[in-house]
């Protein structure tokens, strides 16, 4: 190459390399030469043109470099290399003196984003589910992923035919550009009929409930998503329906791609889906093999699917998890649980053989917790049932992520154990805890009404990690209209006082109830407890209780025909009780899983003018029996013993009727009773029994609406031959709201009391 050539030879690039035709992609070759000289390396690299795009990152994508000798080769993959940014309408490239230049042009930036067409979705919302946002780089392939996310927002909220366009025009600004997107919303397409066909052992309706996210638009469809279509949904919903038939015992389940056709208003949807369900296989013969490290009888009783039985998928899975806790219990942290499965189409049977590598003993290093700016680590941590040093345990690191949740301070699901070994230490497992703390102060206000005390308003002040240190402080009071009935509380609970598996707590109460057609008792007093676990999930408590009492409202001549002792009526209450109680609920205030058992003593008599004995059994059932279809009952009875002698104050004795017991009566209206002046006075009964059945199930979700039907029947007597048991039946709406549980209930009495007033409630709070 002659020495004038060298110095002003060119290399032009354009930004439609990649996509011209491959005449157009070659860059104009260099003339022959016999060996290359000093001109011919390259001693400089320049980027010009460049004014957003910073130089570092252009030159991070090329290949030439200082001290390199000039190849055309490696100037092409330069210039493809730089146009993958997708930052540039031009590139050019010019090598000239022994430096190599790429002068680029850059592409606009977006100066502003405006929507079109979009009557039902406000502009700030569909901007949130934007890719791009103002003064980015336009990228075409950006654009069009911002068109997908408007898509599937719009189908997330129902309009599963909006379409969205976009177009680009100049702006008044330089080298800036308007980003318009053009919206067609069309109406939301809601799902009119879902069929199913080919299901012999299980109905339409039985199916359908299946489809947790796709069902046919109901009465709420206006103020929720049911009824809307949206693809992503159902496909999950199609898994589900899969997985559920797996549950049943038909492996062999099959389904053809639904056929789903939309009206020609474009208003409904109809889905069709055709299913194979095969034959229900039972399960066969199960066995074990590889790294046995018990004997084979023992991790048979481990198993939940026992030969014989329907094939279930989640039992199968469940009995995995169990076989590899069981190895991890022994400090194999990285067991691996191998199921080899057989069919018998034949017999209709699954055999089973769980192959164990079992890997190497792994001991706990670091535990480390992120995520808490409030809730000290000593709150967590009391929590774990895991420790440094100690050997790998899998129930050890499920209890303690249960135990963590159970506290309350977390979102739903933030709770996370993440493990990982150290560089070079497969015997080390390092634990770290990330979680996301929600808040846990509250103040709530809000209103209620019984058909008893009429309206009445509540309000309630609350810490539930109080100093970040997982204390409760609360404060609640509940006032009526007729000024009767008025309580007061402040509570204070430390769970684990002074640093230790003591729990204290402390409590003030201030109260006055109003007895219907009898008379207003007036309480103030204070109460202390103190608990310490005794087991898993169980703890022990004990406390003392110290009130006094007031009868208000009420003539001389009733307490003389009615009350027993009148002048022994009023005066205090000082006892001491013992408590064991056994709590496994999931969820406090919205359960829907678990027990609640309780066993109290309670002895008055160290002082005031009470002498009795109270014994108090309380035991609470929760659980999911088909779907979100929740069963919950309680089952309560105590007996209230004087011991002295004397006859039992009426204040002492039981009354059953209201929100939280026998809903289809008056509160405080069932138990014995005394006649004066033409009026039945309620006065209590040393025993009582209740019984409380319900099945709630969501009709609304998204909006924490739920239907319940209940069932409650009980008693209060003096003695067995004086029984009489009274029955009632209802239904009720519940609203989980920002306030709180709010309940909607009707109650009507049954039996004998069949046709008696029907009671209303309105209350905050869960019914047991």
Not at 515 to 526: A, D, I, N, P, V
Request: proline share 3%; hydrophobic share 35%; net charge neutral.
């Amino acid at each position: 190459m002659k020495q004038g050539a060298r110095n002003s030879w060119k290399i032009l690039g354009l930004a439609c390399l990649l996509i011209l035709a491959p005449a157009a992609q070659a860059a104009p070759k260099k003339p022959s030469q016999q060996a290359s000289t000093s001109s011919d390396r390259v001693q400089k690299i320049e980027i010009t043109g460049n004014q957003k795009i910073d130089r570092e990152a252009i030159l991070e994508k090329i290949g030439s470099a200082p001290g390199q000798d000039l190849s055309e080769e490696q100037v092409r993959k330069d210039i493809g290399a730089i146009h993958k940014l997708g930052y540039f309408d031009d590139i050019q490239a010019d090598f000239s003196n022994g430096t190599l230049t790429y002068a680029v042009k850059e592409r606009p930036a977006i100066y502003r984003i405006i929507f079109f067409g979009n009557d039902q979705i406000s502009t700030s919302d569909l901007q949130g589910a934007l890719t791009l946002k103002t003064y980015d780089i336009y990228d075409e392939n950006m654009v069009r992923d911002s068109v997908r996310k408007l898509t599937k927002f719009y189908e997330d909220k129902g309009y599963y035919l909006a379409k969205v366009d976009y177009s680009v025009r100049p702006s008044k600004e330089k080298d800036m550009v308007e980003l318009l997107f053009r919206v067609r919303e069309y109406d939301k397409v809601k799902i009119r009929k879902i069929s199913f066909l080919g299901n012999n052992s299980f109905g339409d309706d039985q199916l359908k409930r299946l489809l947790r996210n796709t069902s046919e638009g109901g009465f709420f469809s206006w103020a929720t998503s049911s009824g809307n279509f949206k693809e992503l949904d159902f496909r999950n919903d199609l898994q589900m329906l899969q997985y559920w038939y797996l549950n049943e015992g038909y492996v062999r389940f099959r389904h053809e791609p639904p056929i789903v056709t939309v009206s020609e208003d474009k208003k409904w949807v109809y889905i069709t889906i055709k299913v194979e369900e095969g034959k229900q296989y039972r399960m066969g013969g199960i066995d074990f093999g590889g790294d046995l490290l018990f004997p084979q009888e023992e991790l048979h009783n481990t198993l939940t699917l026992k030969e014989g039985e329907t094939f279930s998928i989640s039992k199968r899975n469940a009995d995995i998890l169990a076989l590899t806790e069981k190895y991890q219990d022994l400090g194999y942290a990285t067991v691996n649980v191998i199921p080899d499965i057989q069919f018998d189409d034949e017999k209709l049977l699954v055999t089973t053989n769980y192959q164990f590598e079992k890997g190497t003993l792994v001991r706990f290093g670091r535990v480390i917790v992120k995520g808490n700016a409030k809730t000290r680590d000593k709150v967590i941590r009391r929590e774990l049932k895991i420790r440094e040093g100690e050997l790998y345990s899998g129930s050890g690191m499920r209890i303690s992520k249960e135990n963590v949740e159970r506290l309350g301070f977390f979102e739903e699901g933030s709770v996370q154990f993440q493990t990982k070994s150290p560089e070079n230490r497969p015997d080390i497992m390092d634990v770290e805890i990330s979680l996301k703390e929600r808040p846990t102060g509250q103040f709530q206000v809000g209103a209620g009404y019984a058909s008893t005390t009429k309206f009445f308003f509540t309000a309630q002040v609350s810490e539930s990690n109080f100093r970040g240190k997982g204390q409760d402080l609360r404060f609640q009071t509940q006032l009526s209209r007729d000024k009767n009935n008025r309580t007061f509380t402040l509570s204070f609970t430390d769970p684990y006082a002074w640093d230790s598996l003591w729990s204290m707590g402390g409590s003030l109460s201030y109260a006055l109830q109003h007895l219907e057609g009898s008379y207003t008792e007036f309480r103030r007093g204070f109460g202390l407890n103190l608990g310490h676990p005794v087991g898993d999930y169980t703890r022990l408590f004990l406390g003392y209780r110290l009130e006094s009492l007031r009868l208000l409202n009420v003539e001389d001549l009733l307490l003389k025909e009615v009350l027993s002792k009148p002048n022994r009526e009023e005066g205090s209450i000082s006892s001491v009780s013992i408590t064991m109680e056994n709590d496994k609920r999931n969820n406090r205030l919205e359960t829907t899983d678990g027990h609640l058992i309780s066993v109290s003593e309670e002895f008055a008599g160290l002082g005031g003018n009470r002498t009795f004995l109270r014994t108090v059994a309380d035991v609470r059932y929760f659980k999911k029996i088909w779907g979100d279809l929740t069963f919950r009952n309680r089952l309560k009875g105590g007996n209230l013993w004087d011991y002295s002698g004397n006859e039992t104050q009426s204040a002492e004795l039981w009354r059953l009727g209201g929100p939280n017991d026998l809903r289809g009566f008056a509160s405080f209206d069932v138990g014995p009773k005394k006649e004066f002046q033409g009026r039945q006075i309620t006065q209590g009964g040393r025993n009582h029994f209740l019984y409380m059945a319900e099945l709630e199930y969501p009709i609304a979700k998204e909006i924490g609406l739920k239907f319940a039907l209940f069932y409650d029947t009980g008693s209060v007597f003096n003695e067995l031959k004086y029984v009489t048991v009274r029955q009632d039946w209802g239904f009720g709406l519940r609203w989980f709201s920002p306030l709180g549980p709010l309940r909607f209930e009707w109650g009507y009495p049954l039996g004998k009391d069949k046709g008696k007033n029907s009671q209303f409630y309105f209350m905050i709070g869960p019914p047991f």
